[in-house]
């Protein structure tokens, strides 16, 4: 089916261990974005990627690093996880319109808790 | 500092209720003002607004944008219990970012 998955919906892990967050999208929308959800903070840009081998830092960076070697994926790895990366992280994709970004369509999430 | 911030935090009407939802921003390069709602997953697309005093709608939502004041409203007419949800305003810069409200939860009682 078209559309964008992610993967695991659920993950809990241990502090210090490193874990992969993925993400595919079928519709070959060029940006990709990772965000995370947190009670009192809304949803925050960790990095988004405009093309494939393109990645920017957004908001909350440190912690984390992604990749993008081809256009449908964008992992999002945690190289040493923490207690403060428990979250929820969203996966969003949208296309580049000729007058700029159009609406991103969300993935349903990955609930991570690290203990 | 890039921010944008959403009023009320929550929100509990009747059904039939019109409600009025607000997000105002301070974002450099103001590129676009979007709308979601989440429900219990993903945030889902409602709007886009990039000129100022354009209204969009669809069915019984409605939205508005004043760049000049730096703020929008989502309007919802005859709430309906499936309108109970986490209500998301975005702003997009001209460098591609989106920077995200904390929401308004709006609950519809019967």
């Known amino acids: 089916d078209a559309g964008i998955t992610q993967s695991p919906r659920y993950k809990i892990t241990e502090t210090g261990r490193q874990v992969t967050l993925m993400c595919h999208q079928t519709w070959s929308h060029s940006y990709m974005f990772w965000y995370r959800q947190d009670l009192g903070h809304g949803l925050r840009l960790i990095y988004y990627?405009?093309?494939?081998?393109?990645?920017d830092k957004g908001e909350v960076p440190d912690g984390y690093v992604v990749s993008r070697s081809k256009t449908e994926n964008f992992p999002l790895t945690l190289e040493s996880a923490t207690r403060s990366q428990t979250s929820v992280y969203f996966c969003?994709?949208?296309?580049?319109?000729?007058?700029?970004?159009?609406?991103?369509?969300f993935g349903d999430g990955t609930r991570l808790s690290i203990l | 500092e890039d921010k944008v911030v959403q009023s009320p935090l929550s929100l509990v009407v009747h059904e039939g209720d019109t409600v009025t939802l607000n997000c105002s921003y301070e974002v450099t390069n103001f590129r676009s003002l979007l709308w979601y709602k989440q429900e219990k997953k993903a945030p889902t697309f409602l709007f886009m607004l990039?000129?100022?005093?354009i209204e969009k709608k669809s069915g019984r939502l409605s939205s508005i944008l004043d760049k000049k004041e730096l703020f929008s409203i989502l309007n919802i007419t005859a709430t309906q219990t499936g309108d109970s949800a986490v209500y998301l305003c975005?702003?997009?810069?001209?460098?591609?970012?989106?920077?995200f409200g904390t929401g308004t939860s709006l609950t519809v009682i019967p």
């Open positions: 975005a702003v997009g810069n001209t460098g591609n970012q989106f920077y």
């Open positions: 990627s405009a093309a494939a081998d393109i990645t």
């Open positions: 969003a994709s949208s296309e580049a319109g000729r007058t700029g970004q159009e609406p991103q369509h």
């Open positions: 990039t000129s100022s005093g």
